[in-house]
């Protein structure tokens, strides 16, 4: 049975850091996810079993997603935060095509909130 569970999530004021992580995340297709007040859920960065990653504009050159397989864990460093970074963050599970899109997903984590203010 897949469980992912989330940590590291919270209040941080803009311009500021996170470091997410995800446990219980060896599998081949990872991804981060975030839905926002409101908001449809979105792709935010994925990252395949071979290293190649994939990062939505609104996050490229902020966000890092990386992976410890000793650890079975995946990470999301989050830089340079903004207002509109603010969601429920999701750690999932991705069949093998699909990319950023949330069909392509087939387990969730419970998510870890990210609240980013001014």
């Known amino acids: 049975q897949v469980q992912l569970q989330e940590s590291g999530g919270g209040s941080v004021q803009a311009g500021g850091s996170l470091r997410l992580s995800c446990a219980a995340a060896g599998y081949s297709y990872m991804g981060w996810f975030r839905q926002a007040p409101g908001k449809e859920r979105e792709g935010v960065a994925t990252?395949?079993?071979?290293?190649?990653?994939t990062y939505a504009y609104s996050v490229k050159d902020r966000f890092t997603i990386s992976r410890d397989n000793a650890k079975n864990t995946l990470y999301l460093q989050m830089i340079n935060l903004n207002l509109e970074d603010t969601a429920m963050y999701y750690c999932?599970?991705?069949?093998?095509?699909?990319?950023?899109?949330?069909?392509?997903?087939?387990?969730w984590g419970q998510g870890t909130q990210v609240t980013v203010s001014s």
């Open positions: 990252i395949e079993s071979a290293g190649s990653r």
């Open positions: 999932a599970r991705r069949r093998s095509t699909g990319g950023l899109c949330v069909s392509s997903v087939d387990y």
